[in-house]
């Protein structure tokens, strides 16, 4: 056996230290060998977190987005969620595997003040090599907001989703809108209907559907905007006045701010003093050759009450300035889904503040807008047949800014 050996060349005892230190090399391998494998795992895992981490930002913005759209239709933060939860499931994100947090406005970073939807995304991660070292999750977090932002102001706004003829301008009315623009949201190929010889300048028309035109518009718009975001109701936010008791007396020629119980039928000369008004029982009328005056007030139509104003009546009623009810004139009750009211008088009458109808036809016939042409149209559907001024630049009389289109970007 050593003469074997030293034939290549190794002595009995190297041959045994080699084969001895060969066996360490093993043992040291075989110890070794969970730490190489985790090594090399965790190179894997990180791989696999920092893609998950990609998609997880991915299914965050694209439910800011989603919900910043259902912000712009007017719905109330369920709906927000709800919306958020559906975009983040058909992106792939399961409920059982993480959360979803919704703010708005958004918790914290630039835009806590705007009108913008925030999404924080949480979910734990499955570790797998490095499972070895430690059993602590893994946890991921992606943000996303998505601001809404308006690109116009409107002067009268149509917020029936599907209506033909929205909003419509008839007959041989000139109306001029400066500052403002038409919108509706109808998504109805004549959503916005110019027909006869009305001729209408305004910023822009603006639908969510289509734009029909019998003549050409004046407009600083290169053209109409059609297939738009709809908008907002600009006075979702807004109240419904209490009835009080005991009813009003509506025979005298100064009257007081409170319920008139069996509607208000005006004629003569009669003055409203400052405060909030609630129709109910019947209409609220404007006879022929009355003479009605007031300033900040502010009429509320209950129930299925309506208002019916005679082209002969001289009208002259401002809103509140400041307060709930500031810059809006005339409101409809929200649950009134058929009511049509007719807003007419004469060259001298003025309506300064908002027309809000939101769930009612408003027909707007007269030759008169407001003080500085500061009136607003806000109703389902509006027809408008009178030659009117209007201008948008109304804060100074506690009126609001009335948001046309809006878009949706993602800033954070």
């Not at 806590?112 to 070292?133: G, M, N, P, Y």
């Not at 309506?306 to 649950?335: D, H, R, W």
Request: a neutral charge.
């Amino acid at each position: 056996m050593e003469w074997g050996a030293h034939i290549f060349g190794w002595s009995g005892s190297s041959l045994r230290r080699r084969l001895g230190n060969n066996g360490n090399v093993a043992v040291v391998f075989a110890l070794s060998l969970p730490v190489i494998v985790g090594g090399a795992g965790f190179g894997v895992e990180t791989s696999y977190w920092y893609y998950s981490s990609l998609k997880l930002q991915a299914v965050a913005d694209a439910a800011a987005y989603a919900g910043a759209l259902e912000k712009v239709s007017g719905s109330d933060k369920s709906a927000i969620v709800s919306a958020v939860a559906l975009s983040a499931a058909s992106n792939g994100f399961a409920a059982s595997a993480g959360t979803i947090e919704v703010f708005t406005p958004p918790s914290s970073g630039p835009n806590v003040a705007q009108k913008a939807v925030e999404v924080i995304v949480h979910q734990t991660l499955d570790r797998f090599f490095t499972s070895i070292f430690t059993q602590n999750a893994v946890g991921a977090q992606a943000r996303a907001v998505a601001l809404i932002t308006d690109a116009s102001k409107a002067c009268a706004l149509s917020l029936n989703p599907s209506a033909p003829k929205a909003a419509l301008f008839s007959g041989s009315s000139i109306i001029e809108m400066t500052g403002c623009s038409v919108m509706s949201n109808s998504i109805a190929a004549d959503a916005i209907k110019l027909q006869g010889s009305a001729n209408l300048q305004a910023d822009c028309l603006i639908s969510a559907g289509g734009v029909s035109l019998n003549n050409p518009v004046t407009t600083v718009c290169a053209s109409p905007i059609t297939q738009a975001l709809p908008a907002g109701d600009p006075f979702a936010d807004l109240p419904t006045p209490p009835a009080t008791i005991p009813c009003q007396n509506s025979r005298l020629s100064t009257l007081s701010p409170g319920t008139y119980c069996s509607g208000l039928s005006l004629s003569g000369n009669v003055a409203l003093s400052p405060g909030v008004y609630v129709i109910q029982g019947g209409d609220f009328k404007a006879n022929s050759n009355a003479n009605i005056s007031g300033d900040g007030v502010i009429i509320y139509l209950a129930g299925s009450s309506g208002v019916s104003m005679n082209g002969n009546a001289t009208i002259k009623l401002s809103a509140p300035t400041s307060g709930t009810y500031s810059g809006v004139l005339f409101y409809g009750n929200k649950g009134n889904l058929t009511g049509s009211n007719t807003f007419n008088g004469t060259a001298d009458s003025l309506l300064t503040g908002a027309l809000y109808f939101p769930t009612q036809d408003v027909n707007y016939l007269g030759n008169f807008s407001g003080k500085g042409g500061c009136t607003q149209v806000v109703a389902s559907t509006l027809q408008w047949s009178g030659n009117t001024s209007i201008s948008q630049d109304c804060t100074s009389l506690g009126m609001r800014d009335i948001p046309a289109t809006q878009s949706v970007r993602l800033v954070e």
